[in-house]
Structures are given as C-alpha cells and as structure tokens.
C-alpha cells in the first residue's frame, strides 16, 4: 500500500467521496470512520445509508479490498498519512453569529481527537465546507501539540451534488486544493494532488492558496442559488405579465455567457448546503465589515422563502381560498431528485404550512419518506406516508409536485385524475409535467411561471 488515508465523518461526502478514492486507488488504503454506529453499520451492510445511483457497484467494488468502514475514530487517527475531515458544519444556533455563522464545533472536536492521537506528522484536510480562514483557526489548534509533530491544513472542498454524486466524483469539472503557501504546505499540496492524478486530467486538479480555496467553495454554492432565486423572483413576474418562465429561462440560457444550467423555476431550492454557506458568507461579509454586500447575498435566501410561501398562497387561492379538511398529495418530499435526502427541502416548509391551514396531506417519495417522518415527527396535523402514488391521490382534492422525481411524469394521470375529488388540481411546482395533456384529461393546472391551464377561470 502506498499510503493510509483516513476520512471522518461517513456522511454524504464522506462516504461516496472516499469510496470513489479507494475505487481509483487501490494502492492507497482507504479508512471511513464515524462516531455514528449505525451509520458505520449500513455503509458495511448491503443496504447503503444513503441513497445514490451508482453508489452500490463502487462500494461493493473496493469495500474489504482498500475501503474500510469503522467507528474506530482514534486507531484510524494512528494509521493515516492523509486525514479527511469531513464532518457537519451547520449553521450556529446559539451565541455570536446564531442563525447564520457555521457552527465549527464538529470540526474543532476532530482537529483537537487528531492532536490526541496522532503520533507522527499528518496532513489534514478540510473537506467540510468552512468560512474562509478557518485553516489558520485549524493549524493553530493541531500545532499546539506538546510532541513536537507538524500537521500541514489543506483545503479540498467537496463540490459534489447529491443525485450525481458518484458521476461528479468519477468527472469532476475542476478538483480545488488549496495550502499554504511554504515549503512543507507545498509539499503536503504535492501529495493530495497525486491521489487525485489516479483518475482526473492534471489540467482539472486546480492549485490556489489556502483562503481562495475555502471562499470559493462558498461562493460557488452561493453563485448556484443566487441563480436559482432569480429565476424564481422572475417565475413570479411571469404570472403577472402572462409571460412564460420556461421560453424566457430558455432564451437566456442560450447566451453563452449564461447558459442552460440552472434555470429551471422551483418551489426553491433545499439541501443542507446552499442555505447554511450563503448565510455563513452573510455573516461573514458583516464580521468584516462589509453590510452591503451582505445583504446583497441575503436576499437570495429570502426569495427562497418568498418563493416557498407564493407556492402555498396559489395552492390555498386557487381551490376557493380553503384548503381545510381537503386532502392533498405532496409527490416528491426530497430537496432534489435521485436522492433520500430531505434536509433543508421545501417540502417540510410547505407541509408545515399546508397543515396550519388544515390540510390533510398524503406524501409520496420514493426514496425519502423515512427522512421525511423525521422531519415531520414533532409538526401536529393529519398528514400520512404513502409508498404508492395512486393510493396519495385516492380520493384528494389537489397533487402538489414537490420534487423532480422523472417517474412521475410517467405515471398514469388518467387513472391519478378519476380516483381523485372533482375539481382535481394539479400544482406543478417543478415544471416537470405535460401540462396541455392533464388538462385536457379534466385536471386543473398550476404550473410555475406559466399561464394556468383551468376549466374553472377563464
Ligand atoms: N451534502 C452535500 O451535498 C455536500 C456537498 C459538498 C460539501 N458538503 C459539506 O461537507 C460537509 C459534510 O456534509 P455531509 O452532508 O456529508 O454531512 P453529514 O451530516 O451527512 O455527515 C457528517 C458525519 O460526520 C460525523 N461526525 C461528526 N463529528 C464527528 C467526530 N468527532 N468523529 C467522527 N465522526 C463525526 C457525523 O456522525 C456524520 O455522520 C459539510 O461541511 C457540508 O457543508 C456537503
């Protein structure tokens, strides 16, 4: 074996980020630890903790040959040349900077286990997404050891997206690694540059100094949902002007200097990234100073919130200013497509809302509805979980299309519109459904930023 590579934390970073390191590199080892026991547990058993497409071949392809799951935080610490940090990094809750600084104490409990136990020289990577100078913060507390060893802090963040992770992973547009800028940090910089060489073109593998590297990671997640949250403002003008947000988001995207991506109108966007690292770049543009410009960013998470809140006033207008007692069907519960992943997703926030005004809610998720349980446990009101499609609909009033999940274009609506309340409604919060043809079965339809297809206003 080459070397030993560690990474903590087994969570959606971790686990398919190292799992595809060990698949490249065989002759490194390859170790994933967690403090989580049942985490550790379901990466070694058949059925991932977490759901993405291609994620079980490259497992089953490296696990017990140089890719090893373990809660052994501090025997892991001892053997690894290489340690990936990848663990959470919230958003603060209390104290400074509550409700929007990056609550680091995931981080710093890990830096202060590696000074414990480390007993030779380490390199140590930021993996989990930090504001900018926190390496300084993290080279401080691992070179206060009293035995003499060097640890060198490099930043490589994670620019994966859940629902593609392992196809971001295997092709990655660009790997960032940033260190210091001495001998010793280009030397640990050199050493995670060859990991990477095992699978990306040289010309992928990007090199900048320590702070750049941190701050762009922010930056590129606030640059995504900044154009998220102006298509959606734009969504909103549309229904005024009769204008159609689908032909101007595709007149855009034709500027080369803008392109396609990302330009699709939603009921906003969720994740536990974008949210938490625009408001940790909110909070600091204002610890240094810098109110205009934080502001500027925060707007991007208010039209979120105002484009989440617009999706449940049409939904409570449209079916006659009430939806007390009606029953819904929520399809798509995930913040995105082709993952079980539900943090920050628009659907507690708008199941939250749809049941303070008493709705009766039937959600449907093909991946994600033991999340969404979760998410739900403490909320009070009548909703239910539905593996099947056809049995949400039975008998509701209205289907809200909260996710992208492509299968529910293929469902049968026929079938969907005659089990269900006359008038039926269909709320498609995603853009993703023929709305010509569910009109002409009898739905009345409720695109975003499009003229409404309805039997009912003319
Ligand atoms: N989820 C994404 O799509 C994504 C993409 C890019 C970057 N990131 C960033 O990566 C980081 C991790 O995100 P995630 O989604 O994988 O989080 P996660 O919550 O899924 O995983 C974090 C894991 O770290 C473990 N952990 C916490 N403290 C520990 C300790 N002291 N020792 C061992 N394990 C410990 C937790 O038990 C948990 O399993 C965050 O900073 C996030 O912003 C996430």
Request: aromatic share 10%; glycine share 6%; net charge negative.
């Amino acid at each position: 074996m080459n070397k030993t590579i560690l990474c903590i934390g087994a969570g959606y970073v971790g686990g398919p980020t190292m799992a595809v390191i060990a698949d490249n590199c065989p002759d490194y080892k390859v170790i994933v630890v967690d403090i989580n026991a049942d985490r550790i547990a379901a990466w070694q058993s058949d059925k991932l903790p977490i759901y993405e497409p291609g994620l079980d071949e490259v497992v089953k392809r490296a696990r017990g040959r140089n890719l090893f799951f373990s809660t052994d935080v501090f025997g892991g610490i001892k053997e690894a040349d290489i340690i990936f940090v990848s663990v959470h990094t919230p958003t603060k809750t209390f104290g400074a900077g509550a409700g929007k600084a990056a609550n680091l104490q995931y981080w710093e409990k890990t830096a202060r286990d590696i000074v414990e136990h480390a007993d030779r020289d380490k390199i140590v990577i930021e993996k989990s997404t930090l504001p900018v100078r926190t390496a300084e913060a993290m080279h401080r507390i691992l070179q206060s050891n009293d035995k003499g060893l060097n640890f060198e802090v490099i930043s490589n963040p994670e620019f994966m997206a859940e629902g593609t992770a392992v196809d971001d992973l295997q092709n990655p547009d660009r790997v960032l690694i940033g260190a210091m800028e001495t001998s010793s940090g280009q030397k640990a910089l050199q050493a995670i540059v060859d990991i990477y060489k095992n699978w990306v073109p040289e010309e992928k593998i990007k090199t900048t100094n320590v702070w750049s590297s941190e701050l762009s990671k922010l930056v590129s997640n606030a640059m995504l949902a900044q154009r998220i949250s102006s298509v959606n403002s734009i969504s909103a003008l549309c229904e005024k002007t009769d204008a159609n947000i689908v032909e101007v988001s595709g007149a855009m995207g034709l500027d080369s200097r803008i392109g396609p991506k990302f330009l699709n109108a939603s009921v906003g966007f969720g994740g536990s990234c974008f949210k938490k690292d625009i408001l940790n770049l909110v909070y600091l543009c204002e610890f240094y100073g810098l109110p205009e410009v934080a502001s500027y960013w925060e707007q991007v998470v208010l039209m979120n919130e105002y484009q989440e809140r617009r999706f449940v006033q049409k939904i409570v207008d449209r079916m006659f200013n009430t939806v007390a007692g009606k029953k819904i069907a929520l399809f798509g519960f995930a913040f995105k497509a082709n993952t079980g992943d539900t943090r920050e997703s628009p659907a507690i926030y708008i199941s939250k809302l749809l049941l303070e005004e008493q709705g009766q809610l039937a959600i449907h998720d093909p991946e994600a509805l033991d999340n969404a349980a979760i998410d739900l446990k403490d909320v009070e009101g009548d909703y239910t979980f539905e593996e099947d499609p056809y049995e949400a609909a039975k008998g509701a009033h209205a289907i809200a299309i909260l996710t992208e999940w492509k299968h529910f274009c293929d469902l049968d609506f026929e079938r969907l519109y005659h089990s269900m309340q006359k008038p039926a409604f269909i709320f498609d919060g995603r853009n993703i459904l023929d709305h010509k043809r569910l009109h002409k079965i009898g739905f009345n339809v409720y695109p975003l930023g499009q003229k409404a297809l309805s039997h009912l206003e003319k």
